[in-house]
């Protein structure tokens, strides 16, 4: 899967992405990172790509012009159209669903704003998807993006190995994960559930069910509820109570 990410400061977008675990899948040929500078589509003599907006009010818009030529020149070298998303807190946030989504795709375009954002009208002729990571604002759309790449990398067959599974983190089946422990089974007093050592996995796994379900009662009772909705108690089946005197 290919990722063409358009920016103001493509080296800081791969290099950033381009380590650990996601490093490896790049050396790999399993995910591509194709940095795409949009000054390089400016027809300015100084690559200006801002300007002010109509309208008045402080601040810089990124103008249409090279952002329009960016997005074709990546599309001119697909063999189908990719999906364009502009990363804007505009957007629908962000969720692993919208991720398990976008990783099914072979190349997505991912559009980092700056200033106050991007001339409207580019917008309406080339995005498709506009994403948000949160109820808040960054000064530009390259950590959005990286947030967006790193999340929907791990969902790519063959990016993740046994020792790093994403069948069991959070979010996958709607609840958060359970806790976990390593070596050794006592560190400053605390024991590790006795549970984990037993061996026994029909308990491992009930036990983490138990736990998945009270942590996210607790700390995200919006998912909880979700849960519970599509997952309704079995109805308790009550024994008919005898009339007096009946055997
Ligand atoms: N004036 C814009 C607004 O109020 O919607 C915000 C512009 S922001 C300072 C500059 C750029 O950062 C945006 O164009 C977008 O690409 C990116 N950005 C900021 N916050 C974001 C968020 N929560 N999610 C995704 N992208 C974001």
Redesign the pocket.
């Known amino acids: 899967m290919n990722f063409h990410i358009l920016t103001l400061f493509p080296d800081m977008v791969v290099d950033a992405l381009n380590t650990g675990i996601l490093g490896k899948a790049v050396a790999k040929g399993i995910i591509g990172l194709d940095g795409v500078d949009i000054r390089d589509f400016s027809h300015n003599r100084h690559r200006k790509v801002d300007d002010y907006t109509y309208g008045g009010g402080a601040?810089l818009l990124?103008q249409a012009q090279p952002i329009y030529e960016a997005v074709q020149s990546v599309q001119e070298r697909l063999p189908k159209k990719a999906r364009v998303i502009?990363?804007?807190?505009?957007?629908r946030v962000f969720t692993q669903e919208m991720a398990s989504g976008f990783s099914r795709e072979d190349d997505l375009i991912l559009?980092?704003?700056?200033?106050?954002?991007?001339d409207e009208r580019v917008l309406e002729e080339c995005a498709t998807d506009f994403?948000?990571?949160?109820?808040?604002?960054?000064?530009?759309?390259e950590i959005?993006a990286m947030v967006l790449v790193d999340t929907v990398s791990r969902l790519v067959p063959g990016v993740l190995h046994n020792e790093v599974s994403a069948e069991t983190d959070s979010f996958q089946n709607g609840l958060l994960e359970y806790p976990q422990y390593s070596r050794p089974e006592e560190w400053h007093g605390r024991q590790v559930p006795q549970v984990l050592l037993s061996g026994d996995h029909a308990k491992v796994d009930e036990w983490r069910l138990a736990e998945s379900l009270e942590r996210t009662r607790e700390r995200r009772p919006d998912l909880y509820k979700a849960w519970l909705k599509e997952h309704p108690p079995a109805p308790v089946k009550r024994r008919k109570r005898k009339a007096d005197g009946e055997k």
Request: glycine share 24%; net charge negative; hydrophobic share 30%.
């Open positions: 601040g990124m502009y990363m804007t807190p505009q957007g559009l980092c704003g700056h200033y106050e954002g991007i994403v948000s990571i949160g109820d808040y604002v960054l000064s530009g759309g959005p």
